[in-house]
């Protein structure tokens, strides 16, 4: 499956290295692997969806601060 950018398929290796591949194989585009992805790790106990809901929203403050095409890094003002 084609992506638009690396990190996309970086997506879909660590969906097959977590999941069965009939999950992974189905799936159209990345949105989907990282859905997938984000159920199997709160499945497996390894985080929680709320730990994954704050981490999506430092993500998103971090890259809204961040200049287009600077590295988007995190602080820890991010989760607040």
């Given at each position: 499956?084609?992506?638009?950018?690396?990190?996309?398929a970086?997506v879909?290796a660590l969906a097959?290295?977590?999941l069965?591949?009939p999950?992974?194989?189905?799936k159209t585009?990345?949105?989907?692997l990282?859905d997938?992805l984000?159920?199997?790790?709160?499945?497996?106990?390894?985080?929680?969806?709320?730990e994954?809901?704050g981490?999506r929203?430092?993500?998103?403050r971090a890259?809204?601060?961040?200049p287009h095409g600077e590295?988007i890094?995190?602080?820890?003002?991010?989760?607040a």
């Amino acid at each position: 499956m084609p992506f638009d950018e690396p990190w996309q398929a970086e997506v879909q290796a660590l969906a097959v290295l977590l999941l069965d591949w009939p999950d992974v194989s189905g799936k159209t585009d990345y949105l989907e692997l990282l859905d997938a992805l984000e159920r199997a790790v709160v499945e497996r106990g390894l985080t929680s969806a709320d730990e994954l809901t704050g981490l999506r929203a430092a993500w998103d403050r971090a890259a809204h601060r961040t200049p287009h095409g600077e590295p988007i890094e995190l602080t820890d003002a991010d989760f607040a």
